[in-house]
């Protein structure tokens, strides 16, 4: 499942993504949506876990608890619409 994590410090990395979801189930993977002209975190990223049910605990864990001085939105992911 892709789970959608709002409000992210502009500090944190992916690796540090990848380790706050980590302790829920396995993470295929975590990615924070960087700015192409300035290469600054935009404050949001996916996270795709291996199985739903570890998503949904993990949505239910994390969802208003601050990571690195903000409190997140975690959420299961909307499909991309077309442009």
Same mark, same amino acid.
């Given at each position: 499942?892709?789970?959608?994590?709002?409000?992210? =410090?502009?500090?944190?990395?992916? %690796?540090?993504?990848?380790?706050?979801?980590?302790? &829920? @189930?396995? *993470?295929? =993977?975590?990615?924070?949506?960087? %700015?192409?002209?300035?290469?600054?975190?935009?404050? &949001? @990223?996916? *996270?795709?876990?291996?199985?739903?049910?570890?998503?949904?605990?993990?949505?239910?864990?994390?969802?208003?608890?601050?990571?690195?001085?903000?409190?997140?939105?975690?959420?299961?992911?909307?499909?991309?619409?077309?442009?």
């Amino acid at each position: 499942m892709r789970l959608y994590v709002g409000n992210l =410090s502009y500090q944190l990395t992916d %690796d540090g993504l990848n380790d706050a979801f980590a302790p &829920f @189930g396995d *993470v295929v =993977s975590a990615n924070i949506v960087m %700015d192409r002209e300035s290469n600054r975190s935009k404050g &949001f @990223g996916f *996270v795709d876990m291996q199985d739903d049910t570890a998503a949904q605990a993990a949505i239910e864990a994390l969802n208003g608890q601050p990571l690195a001085g903000r409190n997140l939105v975690v959420n299961k992911a909307r499909p991309r619409t077309a442009r």
